[in-house]
């Protein structure tokens, strides 16, 4: 994979007036910081773009201890497609669920869609994943 920049289009797709935004406007901001994503949402479109990218360790930062891997195996060569956010549900001050479709290509076989209902909760001021159902 090339290296990427603050100023190529983010991977998850988040437009502004049609327009893809960077990925130092967008995701970039959460990814290359230690600033925390302001919503369920925004985590949920940085962990697609840390799973794009390899990064692990934001990964598991941002995965609820309740449910967090000891440590992420990511497919080798696996392209990936685009992310579509359904919904974003805010059910109370500390709770959130996100619906939303990722895309990806393997190596070998056929693109896999991965179709999730995500959910979030807000601990010491940070949105963590918790665990998802597939529909």
């Known amino acids: 994979m090339k290296p990427f920049v603050m100023t190529d289009a983010c991977p998850c797709g988040r437009q502004h007036q049609k327009i893809t935004l960077p990925y130092g406007q967008c995701c970039g901001r959460w990814l290359e910081s230690d600033t925390p994503a302001p919503d369920a949402e925004s985590l949920m479109r ?8 390899e990064r692990e360790p934001y990964l598991l930062k941002t995965w609820h201890a309740s449910h967090r891997p000891e440590r992420i195996e990511f497919d080798p060569g696996v392209k990936w497609l685009g992310l579509d956010v359904r919904s974003h549900t ?46």
């Open 46 to 53: 940085s962990r697609y773009c840390a799973f794009v990218l």
């Open 90 to 135: 805010i059910q109370d001050a500390t709770h959130a669920e996100v619906e939303f479709v990722a895309r990806q290509k393997p190596v070998s076989g056929p693109a896999v869609r991965l179709h999730e209902h995500s959910r979030f909760v807000l601990e010491a001021g940070e949105w963590l994943y918790v665990d998802g159902d597939q529909p």
